[in-house]
């Protein structure tokens, strides 16, 4: 029988409970599917240790996934197999599809048939949860539509989670229920749909308490879990307890007083939310992050902040590359001399039996911001004290913004005062400015007869709502005279093609190489999951900040520049070096081109800013990537880096990975990397 691997991948597993008194508990395992069996390892992808179980693939009854409520953990599935359960745990949806999927095929292959009933949560405490049978051999209470062997096709749809109201208490506040909601519990940021409406009751200000006198802000993007015990919850028209102190900017903004109790009326704009006080009083206030917790930074990027910053105790709170682990701190210690050298020390959050948070067992606590204040008093095991999040991350993550908190996004040409050229290419000229005499801001002056201005205006304030912190801030748009202007944040450092070919030093630090290709990562994963496209990701089009943070600028511009660099022979507008396939022959834009261009982003890198098939014309390029010619290997590039890059060129879009895949790719390479 061919033994030949199928798939492999990492994914965390529930133990099977085989033994009644056995230990319920999930453990990170390398999975390995062949035509025959299907396999499970210690160690990781790359250094696989001893086979912790296998079983033949004839053996599956059924496989298919679970309510993400069954395990509280997102992207599960079920496999059936000799009357056993094995839950398996993936990073994403498209992972657990894919999985699906591969299983059935073999399982097709080996003429298996499947059941057609299945239970879509799990048996405990005498029943399944489900349907409340009690008998664990009774038949399923969903309909899978495998009755027979599986050809492949759509996956049923699979319910999210649904969170039982959670009570929110504060230490001396009256008790509100709710359920999460929008917009940081919309589905599109990994959270379920409403499943009712708030109910409350009238809430007292009160003392947030000496522990809390430090600028913490309104809480928004945090998971649920973090938020529990704290009326600290982003929902239009609710109450919210503030612990955060803030002076007015301007006109229009409100004071926010330790204690207060604030009603939010809008939330519309990206950074800042409208509220009122008890006195009737309305204006705005940021709805930024609590600045020490990083959702989507990774190991490497935290641990240069810290450095830079290196002083004792500084930390950061990030989501875990492990999916066995919610949370991981990283923290400066100089092993308690003072000029002791920088060493940065990484701990998982993890939880106990009572639902509570902790990094000692011994100091546990119901919530995240209780754990971590209680760590800022005692070390509690920890190799040093926990004192604040490094000077980099301190204040708004995205400062700029006050500037912009009561105006649209027209902006007026008179408050603009302009400094010097910062540059200039296929849109116009670059110029910085200061906005309103106070924040520095880069203005792009398009050249006029370059754009088709009117569709450009009908989608710009759509584009101004697009945030993350890998994304250029686009503030707003000057359109009451010609050329148009375009307002965005300021990046210090400029372009990243000028940067890396100015820093070649970099070329022999591939650490720093990938975390902004991991930057990049995230920014257009944030796109695909808004529906948007590049139509031109190119080393060009991103810019360099303080810290050697990256952003993507430019998103979506392409659709309205008339340019012959960036116009075919049928019209269409694109750059022929960084096209996909699909895009060279039919003109059909998607995800799946800008990732293409992606790896050919990421090539750029790694070759100091090398013009990608310099060599070639644009007419040869076309000819070549159609039969199969791809860039070669830089001589710096780890070799993972470079498989990477071949799977973004595969000649079939939907054989490429998405931009949510690839930044798991990109974070498990980063940490071979750095191992």
Same mark, same amino acid.
């Given at each position: 029988?061919?033994?030949?691997?199928?798939?492999?991948?990492?994914?965390?597993?529930? =133990?099977?409970?085989?033994?009644? @008194? *056995?230990?319920?508990?999930?453990?990170?395992?390398?999975?390995?599917?062949?035509?025959?069996?299907?396999?499970?390892?210690?160690?990781?992808?790359?250094?696989?240790?001893?086979?912790?179980?296998?079983?033949?693939?004839?053996?599956?009854?059924?496989?298919?996934?679970?309510?993400?409520?069954?395990?509280?953990?997102?992207?599960?599935?079920?496999?059936?197999?000799?009357?056993?359960?094995? @839950?398996?745990?993936?990073?994403?949806?498209?992972?657990?599809?894919?999985?699906?999927?591969?299983?059935?095929?073999?399982?097709?292959?080996?003429?298996?048939?499947?059941?057609?009933?299945?239970?879509?949560?799990?048996?405990?405490?005498?029943?399944?949860?489900?349907?409340?049978?009690?008998?664990?051999?009774?038949?399923?209470?969903?309909?899978?539509?495998?009755?027979?062997?599986?050809?492949?096709?759509?996956?049923?749809?699979?319910?999210?989670?649904?969170?039982?109201?959670?009570?929110?208490?504060?230490?001396?506040?009256?008790?509100?229920?709710?359920?999460?909601?929008?917009?940081?519990?919309?589905?599109?940021?990994?959270?379920?749909?409403?499943?009712?409406?708030?109910?409350?009751?009238?809430?007292?200000?009160?003392?947030? *308490?000496?522990?809390?006198?430090?600028?913490?802000?309104?809480?928004?993007?945090?998971?649920?879990?973090?938020?529990?015990?704290?009326?600290?919850?982003?929902?239009?028209?609710?109450?919210?307890?503030?612990?955060?102190?803030?002076?007015?900017?301007?006109?229009?903004?409100?004071?926010?007083?330790?204690?207060?109790?604030?009603?939010?009326?809008?939330?519309?704009?990206?950074?800042?939310?409208?509220?009122?006080?008890?006195?009737?009083?309305? /204006?705005?206030?940021?709805?930024?992050?609590?600045?020490?917790?990083?959702?989507?930074?990774? !190991?490497?990027?935290?641990? @240069?902040?810290?450095?830079?910053?290196?002083?004792?105790?500084?930390?950061?709170?990030?989501?875990?590359?492990?999916?066995?682990?919610?949370?991981?701190?990283?923290?400066?210690?100089?092993?308690?001399?003072?000029? *002791?050298?920088?060493?940065?020390?990484?701990?998982?959050?993890?939880?106990?039996?009572?639902?509570?948070? @902790?990094?000692?067992?011994?100091?546990?606590?119901?919530?995240?911001?209780?754990?971590?204040?209680?760590?800022?008093?005692?070390?509690?095991? +920890?190799?040093?004290?926990?004192?604040?999040?490094?000077?980099?991350?301190?204040?708004?993550?995205?400062?700029?913004?006050?500037?912009?908190?009561?105006?649209?996004?027209?902006?007026?040409?008179?408050?603009?005062?302009?400094?010097?050229?910062?540059?200039?290419?296929?849109? /116009?000229?670059?110029?910085?400015?200061?906005?309103?005499?106070?924040?520095?801001?880069?203005?792009?002056?398009?050249?006029?007869?370059?754009?088709?201005?009117?569709?450009?205006?009908?989608?710009?304030?759509?584009?101004?709502?697009?945030?993350?912190?890998? +994304?250029? /801030?686009?503030?707003?748009?000057?359109?009451?005279?010609?050329?148009?202007?375009?307002?965005?944040?300021?990046?210090?450092?400029?372009?990243?093609?000028?940067?890396?070919?100015?820093?070649?030093?970099?070329? =022999?630090?591939?650490?720093?190489?990938?975390?902004?290709?991991?930057?990049?990562?995230?920014?257009?994963?944030?796109?695909?999951?808004?529906?948007?496209?590049? !139509?031109?990701?190119?080393?060009?089009?991103?810019?360099?900040?303080?810290?050697?943070?990256?952003?993507?600028?430019?998103?979506?511009?392409?659709?309205?520049?008339?340019?012959?660099?960036?116009?075919? =022979?049928?019209?269409?507008?694109?750059?022929?070096?960084?096209?996909?396939?699909?895009?060279?022959?039919?003109?059909?834009?998607?995800?799946?081109?800008?990732?293409?261009?992606?790896?050919?982003?990421?090539?750029?890198?790694?070759?100091?800013?090398?013009?990608?098939?310099?060599?070639?014309?644009?007419?040869?390029?076309?000819?070549?990537?159609?039969?199969?010619?791809?860039?070669?290997?830089?001589? =710096?590039?780890?070799?993972?880096?470079?498989?990477?890059?071949?799977?973004?060129?595969?000649?079939?879009?939907?054989?490429?990975?998405?931009?949510?895949? +690839?930044?798991?790719?990109?974070?498990?390479?980063?940490?071979?990397?750095?191992?």
């Amino acid at each position: 029988m061919d033994e030949s691997e199928i798939k492999v991948g990492a994914m965390t597993k529930r =133990s099977q409970q085989k033994r009644s @008194y *056995g230990p319920v508990n999930f453990k990170e395992r390398v999975f390995v599917l062949t035509q025959s069996k299907l396999s499970y390892y210690e160690g990781t992808i790359y250094k696989r240790g001893k086979v912790k179980g296998s079983f033949p693939v004839s053996t599956i009854t059924f496989v298919g996934p679970i309510n993400d409520r069954a395990l509280n953990r997102k992207s599960s599935f079920q496999i059936i197999h000799n009357d056993c359960y094995l @839950y398996c745990c993936t990073r994403s949806q498209d992972e657990r599809n894919e999985w699906i999927n591969a299983i059935k095929q073999v399982c097709q292959s080996q003429n298996n048939f499947l059941k057609d009933h299945y239970h879509p949560d799990i048996y405990n405490n005498g029943m399944w949860q489900c349907c409340n049978h009690s008998e664990k051999n009774a038949r399923g209470c969903q309909t899978s539509g495998d009755a027979q062997p599986h050809a492949p096709g759509p996956l049923p749809k699979v319910n999210g989670p649904e969170y039982p109201p959670i009570s929110i208490k504060p230490n001396h506040a009256p008790q509100v229920s709710w359920k999460p909601e929008p917009s940081w519990a919309s589905a599109k940021h990994g959270y379920p749909p409403p499943q009712q409406d708030l109910t409350e009751t009238p809430v007292q200000s009160y003392d947030a *308490g000496a522990q809390y006198k430090e600028q913490l802000a309104i809480v928004q993007g945090i998971k649920p879990s973090l938020l529990k015990n704290y009326q600290l919850v982003n929902l239009k028209g609710k109450l919210h307890h503030v612990i955060y102190i803030l002076q007015p900017q301007e006109s229009g903004d409100v004071a926010l007083t330790m204690g207060e109790t604030y009603t939010v009326t809008d939330t519309s704009r990206p950074y800042w939310w409208k509220v009122r006080n008890k006195r009737g009083e309305e /204006g705005y206030i940021p709805a930024n992050f609590v600045n020490w917790f990083q959702k989507d930074m990774t !190991r490497q990027r935290a641990e @240069y902040l810290l450095k830079q910053d290196g002083k004792e105790g500084n930390f950061i709170v990030r989501d875990s590359s492990q999916p066995s682990v919610i949370y991981t701190l990283s923290v400066v210690t100089k092993g308690g001399q003072i000029k *002791g050298p920088v060493v940065v020390k990484h701990y998982h959050i993890k939880k106990n039996s009572c639902d509570e948070f @902790y990094l000692s067992e011994k100091h546990s606590m119901p919530n995240i911001i209780d754990l971590i204040n209680y760590h800022k008093h005692n070390a509690g095991g +920890l190799v040093t004290r926990l004192r604040q999040a490094p000077l980099s991350l301190e204040g708004n993550p995205q400062p700029s913004t006050h500037m912009f908190s009561n105006s649209k996004w027209e902006i007026d040409f008179n408050e603009l005062d302009f400094h010097s050229e910062l540059g200039s290419g296929q849109f /116009g000229v670059v110029k910085l400015a200061t906005i309103r005499g106070k924040q520095y801001v880069a203005v792009k002056i398009m050249k006029e007869g370059t754009m088709e201005e009117d569709q450009f205006i009908e989608e710009a304030e759509v584009m101004t709502k697009l945030t993350h912190p890998n +994304l250029v /801030g686009l503030y707003g748009v000057v359109v009451q005279q010609r050329p148009i202007c375009i307002v965005t944040e300021f990046m210090e450092e400029g372009c990243l093609l000028d940067y890396i070919r100015k820093h070649t030093h970099l070329q =022999s630090h591939p650490d720093h190489l990938l975390d902004m290709s991991y930057q990049i990562c995230s920014a257009m994963k944030y796109l695909e999951s808004q529906n948007m496209i590049h !139509r031109d990701l190119a080393a060009r089009n991103c810019l360099v900040g303080r810290n050697m943070v990256v952003k993507v600028a430019d998103f979506g511009l392409t659709r309205y520049v008339l340019d012959d660099e960036y116009t075919s =022979s049928l019209g269409s507008k694109f750059p022929i070096k960084w096209a996909a396939p699909e895009v060279l022959n039919y003109t059909k834009f998607s995800s799946k081109s800008d990732v293409w261009a992606f790896g050919i982003l990421v090539w750029e890198l790694f070759t100091g800013g090398k013009m990608p098939y310099r060599a070639l014309s644009n007419t040869e390029v076309v000819e070549r990537v159609a039969h199969g010619h791809r860039l070669e290997r830089p001589q =710096s590039c780890p070799h993972d880096v470079y498989r990477l890059m071949l799977k973004t060129w595969d000649m079939e879009p939907e054989k490429r990975p998405s931009f949510n895949n +690839l930044c798991y790719e990109v974070e498990d390479i980063i940490d071979v990397v750095n191992a």
